[in-house]
């Protein structure tokens, strides 16, 4: 009995053998528990860390392509991915205010193929590349100053007065690819890159810019990727005036009328009525209301020899400049298996048409992009495909109708 009360009068501080092991294990678990949270917290923060640092910096600074070992980066590739849908959708808002959603759904529809949107873009910007590498080697530069010129006046800002307008002109033909590429059944089309209003100061200009690169960040796109594409699209016109640089604009024409005939037989008949004494124009006109294939009248306007050559053949253009005017050929044979008789009706020193100096700008350009094309070296890499943006998207919300809508109907 004294020996239970001496235990019950101990200090209950003091712990018992038993007690202090179990302390020891609960403390040992305790520090192997919050070692382990420690361990897997730093893992998991190390692993957020190399998908962040992945994503914003190794990934946008991979190449998607690479043009004669000059890379087209993630980033570049996805921001001007960003830049043709917001061009595109802010083009879709303009139409369908004028025209109607109905007109514009299957743009809009196509923005949803982000493939097709994206390999349409891959393949801009490697010809894009190839006409600036192709620049340099021409001597062909563009100076910063001349693009800051060139959004001043995209906006309306003329720093050294308000210039005289010029004459208007026919449009050049659009830029033909430089390879057939399988896109999108509508382009993606584009637009001014800056608001026209008539004249703006220079205070209403620097607004007008900062106003504009706030809205393309918005959207994901830096003011250099903004920069890059207008300062492409005055490349490509100082690059076309180089290729123009030897053409003349007085070249040697002539004028035609023009009998063809799908046999030689044919052919022969009209030419012994023509030796025989009757008039070219009443052949001509005979021809014209024939209702058959075999025989057909053409009256050529004045044009070059080099474009002659293209619709009929070196051979008849040759003799068309050769014949005096007034005069009438001989039964002459096309490449296509055609027969012709030909009266020059006028053969004169002129100056050459817009649309003449035109085609023969883009033939020129379309031979230059083509041979560079065939001597380099394009890689692309497949996993771009996986990087291609899906924003912005259209708000459709926004595709209201107006009165605008009616009345264009």
């Known amino acids: 009995m004294a020996k239970r009360n001496q235990r019950s009068d101990k ?73 043709e849908r917001a061009q595109t959708i802010n083009l879709i808002y303009q139409y369908a205010d004028m025209l109607g959603v109905e007109q514009v759904s299957g743009v809009a529809a196509q923005l949803d193929d982000y493939e097709a949107v994206g390999e349409q873009v891959l393949n801009t910007m490697t010809d894009e590349l190839l006409v600036r590498q192709g620049a ?37 033909p659009s830029p033909t690819p430089i390879s057939p590429t399988e896109t999108v059944a509508t382009p993606i089309p584009s637009i001014t890159p800056m608001p026209t209003p008539t004249v703006v100061t220079a205070e209403g200009f620097g607004q007008l810019y900062k106003d504009r690169v706030q809205d393309l960040k918005r959207n994901g796109v830096s003011e250099t990727t903004f920069r890059d594409w207008v300062e492409y699209q005055m490349l490509e016109t100082r690059v076309r005036e180089y290729l123009m640089r030897d053409v003349a604009t007085q070249m040697d024409h002539v004028q035609m009328d023009v009998l063809t005939f799908a046999t030689a037989e044919e052919a022969n008949t009209y030419l012994v009525r023509l030796n025989a004494g009757e008039p070219f124009d009443v052949l001509t006109e005979e021809a014209g209301a024939n209702s058959e294939d075999s025989v057909s009248a053409t009256t050529v306007a004045w044009t070059p020899q080099k474009e002659l050559g293209e619709r009929w053949g070196t051979v008849v253009a040759q003799l068309a400049f050769a014949l005096p005017v007034g005069s009438y050929s001989q039964v002459t044979a096309t490449e296509e298996g055609q027969y012709l008789i030909l009266l020059v009706t006028g053969h004169e020193e002129r100056e050459a048409s817009q649309s003449l100096l035109s085609s023969r700008e883009q033939a020129l350009y379309t031979q230059w992009t083509e041979g560079l094309r065939e001597q380099a070296t394009i890689e692309t890499l497949d996993y771009w495909r996986k990087r291609v943006p899906t924003t912005p998207v259209i708000d459709f919300r926004a595709l209201i109708p107006t009165a605008t809508t009616a009345a264009a109907q």
């Open 11 to 83: 200090d209950p501080t003091v712990l018992t053998y038993k007690e202090q092991a179990r302390a020891r294990r609960e403390t040992k678990i305790r520090r192997q528990t919050l070692i382990a949270v420690g361990v897997l917290a730093s893992i998991v923060l190390v692993i957020l860390v190399f998908a962040l640092v992945s994503e914003l910096i190794v990934k946008p600074g991979q190449p998607v392509a690479l043009v004669n070992g000059t890379e087209i980066t993630t980033k570049q590739f996805q921001e001007r991915v960003r830049l």
């Open 136 to 172: 340099t080697a021409l001597g062909v530069v563009l100076l910063p100053e001349e693009v800051d010129r060139e959004f001043e006046v995209q906006a309306g800002y003329y720093r050294d007065g308000t210039p005289t307008p010029l004459p208007t002109s026919t449009p050049r």
